[in-house]
């Protein structure tokens, strides 16, 4: 299996490096794109020096301003099925997602899954740093969507994650609007209406150690209205997805 690595940066020259050394040593037959948002930091340059210097396995994408991980992310995702890999695996630049697990997931679309996502709320699932309000927040949401989409999923907001890329290639990428969590609850959730298979990898998510977060209180609001929009539409509106046929 041909596997590419999509990697969003945004201001991460602090973590670039490590997370490209690392990548490297966990999956060395993988290629890396990683897709700049204009990071003001030189986050993009120190990427393009590094696989220069290395093998030459990192692509850059580069984005003139900020524009939002989902739309990273299907940026990512149009260049790997247009280019031919076999599976599109999504994970942070910050180390909160370990590199040592990607073997597992790429491994789990190997032996038959459509998509594969690290999961932090299956056994042997660990978040050892944060604080047990966070930790409810999200099992919270996490609940609520699983239960309002019947979306057999415990970690639908994870953004560790690998993808079929002939499953992925039928869904219609323009049509995912939603960001941060809810880009994540949203693209599960077409796999599982297209009758994708989705297995959970247990992962142990560790805190960031360098930089600032992305997330916002905005973006977790955001996921909450569009789960429930969704769950409107498909269980009472009743409108069919659309899926890509070419």
Known sequence: MK???VL????????IVEVLERIAEAVPAADVLVVDD????????????WGAQNGGQVTLLRRGAKAGLGSAYRAGFAYGIAHGYDSLIEMDSDLQHDPAALPSLIS????????????????????????KHREWLSRGGNRYASVVLRLQVRDA?????????????????????????GFQIEMAYNVARLGGRIVEVPITFNDRERGTSKMS????????????????????LRRPMRARLD
């Open 3 to 5: 596997p590419l690595i």
């Open 8 to 15: 969003p940066t945004y201001n991460e020259a602090e973590n």
């Open 38 to 49: 204009g990071s003001p930091d030189g986050t993009a340059d120190i990427a393009e020096r």
């Open 108 to 131: 789990a679309v190997e032996a038959g899954a459509d998509l594969a996502i690290g999961s932090r709320y299956v056994p042997g699932g660990h978040i050892p740093d944060w604080p």
């Open 157 to 181: 907001t994870a953004g560790f994650r690998c993808y079929l890329a002939s499953t992925l290639s039928r869904i219609d990428l323009e049509r995912i609007t939603a960001d941060g969590y």
């Open 217 to 236: 209180s905005r973006i977790v609001i955001e996921a909450l209205l569009l789960v429930t929009w969704w769950a409107i539409r498909d269980r009472i």
